[in-house]
């Protein structure tokens, strides 16, 4: 009760603190998203992203913080001593995967295919991130998973369910559901991204194309999903199969989960250790040709790489301006004094080229089946792009948490929980040096990725003098073949900047002249909040955050 006595003792009135974040429409607050959208073709899906981002912002948003305040726990057996290797939710996680099921974030791309299909699924993988990161894992794989499930008639029903827009968590038998999910099951212990130290073995049955497999995965992500892609060792060497949860009989396939991994970040979505002890699967593609099989899905999970860490620069960039425009120090706000303006433009900067160069490459994607040209940038661009724009998150993040002070280093804020998963995207999916790798390979061993590689780049000449300037130094390493192991990093973050670059001037952004001298010129120092004085950053900031 409030009575004068009461009140005598009252240390302080709280006030100088900003409102809650959320609600907020994350699709509405987004004007670089928008114009990216239309860039690229997705007008089409306005209404779909418009609803699901108001929805991530505000329903989905609160979900977030309680999926992650329970992790999932591991149940080996029930009361009776049976084996039942279930994997047990909050009920928040439900109801993001339900949401995002049915909305399309995990397969938009496949049940509505038309023009600008893949472009706006990306869209809604990235407003969904922003409200919950963990439950991007069963969605990216479950979305990834239908080209390469396609590929065998045999396994129709398995494309068509992981792509329906239903979520089913039951443990059933597919036959019983009208949506799945599936997940992913490569990396073993002795060989981590080097797959094909692979060690797991598949045996033929007398079915054509059916075999039992023996061994163990090290990284068994979303254990609880309907099925899983995997890759073991057949006798026409590395293959890729598909391994259900439950067989068509409805008994449980021959598998132990041994743990669930105790992990950094990602606290909502579960990954585990596994053993298959003869457990029955299907083969997708011809024996040998597992990695080849795999790659298409690899692709698009890259990509989410990509989005994911985009949507948690964005995430944290929205609520670093959101705090400094209420917070106050020194008689004015924090977003007016003259360095937390140059951070948060800077952050602006950085975001804007990431989103932009991540919806070039979506668009790539969907222009993909027909134009070739698309197909060889999406290949190599994925690469290039997860690499950079996942090397980037971690700082990124940091650097907004700073802008709240201790407020941003307390689990009541959001902001620790996006550090946590910043680094996720840089290791999953292979990491930096595996990206770098690739991008090599693919300019050694695929002329077509270099060369429309460079069409891409050289489309933007003429539009910056600092632009230019680093194409041609870019331009001349490439056609001379410099590109040595070593020199590998450099060299991608060099295409990822121009990259970036080239869609931020076609598209006539206010960032990309101040990109490019700040990150091509050398107006920049090694931290974020380097920009040079004297620049206007008001337009930046304002379209960070309306």
């Excluded at 669930?260 to 040998?288: I, M, P, Q, Y």
Aim: hydrophobic share 45%; charged share 20%; proline share 5%.
């Amino acid at each position: 009760m409030d009575t004068p006595s009461t009140r005598s003792f009252a240390t302080h009135v709280v006030d100088n603190q900003p409102p809650e974040f959320a609600p907020r429409d994350l699709h509405a607050d987004d004007a670089v998203l928008r114009e990216g959208l239309a860039r690229a073709g997705a007008a089409a899906f306005d209404a779909a992203l418009a609803g699901y981002g108001a929805l991530a912002g505000s329903t989905l948003y609160a979900l977030g913080f309680e999926a992650n305040g329970d992790k999932p726990r591991l149940k080996t057996h029930d009361r009776f001593g049976h084996r039942i290797d279930l994997v047990e939710f909050h009920p928040a996680y439900h109801q993001l995967m339900q949401a995002a099921k049915e909305h399309g974030v995990a397969g938009l791309s496949w049940h509505a295919p038309q023009p600008g299909a893949h472009v706006a699924r990306a869209a809604l993988s990235y407003l969904h991130h922003q409200a919950e990161a963990g439950t991007s894992c069963p969605l990216t794989m479950t979305h990834a998973a239908v080209p390469v499930l396609r590929r065998e008639p045999a396994l129709q029903a398995w494309a068509d369910k992981a792509a329906a827009p239903h979520y089913d968590p039951r443990d059933v038998p597919i036959a019983d559901k009208a949506g799945i999910t599936v997940g992913m099951g490569m990396t073993e212990k002795q060989g981590g991204s080097d797959v094909r130290g692979n060690t797991t073995c598949a045996t033929a049955t007398s079915v054509e194309g059916e075999y039992t497999l023996v061994g163990h995965k090290w990284f068994f992500s979303a254990p609880m999903s309907d099925g899983w892609l995997v890759l073991a060792q057949a006798p026409g060497g590395l293959t890729c199969f598909l391994l259900p949860r439950r067989l068509a009989d409805g008994q449980k396939n021959a598998f132990q989960l041994m743990r669930l991994k105790d992990k950094l970040g990602d606290w909502a979505n579960a990954s585990g250790e596994v053993e298959f002890t003869g457990a029955w699967a299907r083969r997708v593609g011809a024996e040998g040709r597992g990695v080849a099989t795999i790659l298409q899905m690899v692709m698009l999970t890259r990509l989410d790489c990509m989005l994911a860490a985009t949507a948690e620069m964005r995430m944290a960039l929205a609520q670093a301006v959101h705090h400094t425009r209420h917070r106050s120090t020194f008689g004015k706000a924090l977003v007016e004094h003259a360095l937390m303006r140059n951070v948060l433009a800077d952050l602006s900067l950085e975001w804007e080229a990431a989103l932009a160069l991540c919806l070039r490459v979506a668009a790539a994607v969907d222009r993909a089946p027909t134009a070739p040209a698309e197909a060889a940038l999406a290949r190599v661009a994925t690469a290039i792009g997860k690499y950079w724009i996942c090397r980037r998150a971690p700082a990124f993040v940091n650097e907004a948490q700073e802008c709240l002070g201790g407020a941003g280093y307390v689990e009541e804020s959001i902001l620790p929980r996006l550090f946590r998963q910043s680094p996720l995207n840089g290791i999953w999916e292979g990491s930096g040096n595996i990206q770098c790798l690739d991008v090599l390979r693919a300019l050694a061993k695929e002329p077509e990725c270099g060369q429309v590689l460079l069409a891409e780049l050289a489309a933007a000449r003429g539009l910056d003098h600092a632009y230019d300037r680093q194409f041609e130094v870019v331009a001349a390493q490439l056609a001379a073949g410099h590109t040595v192991e070593a020199g590998a990093r450099l060299l991608v973050e060099h295409l990822a900047l121009l990259l970036q670059a080239s869609v931020l001037l076609r598209a006539g952004s206010p960032a990309a002249e101040l990109f490019c001298r700040s990150r091509l010129g050398g107006q920049h120092g090694l931290a974020l909040g380097t920009l040079p004085a004297g620049v206007d950053f008001s337009v930046l900031i304002g379209r960070a955050l309306p």
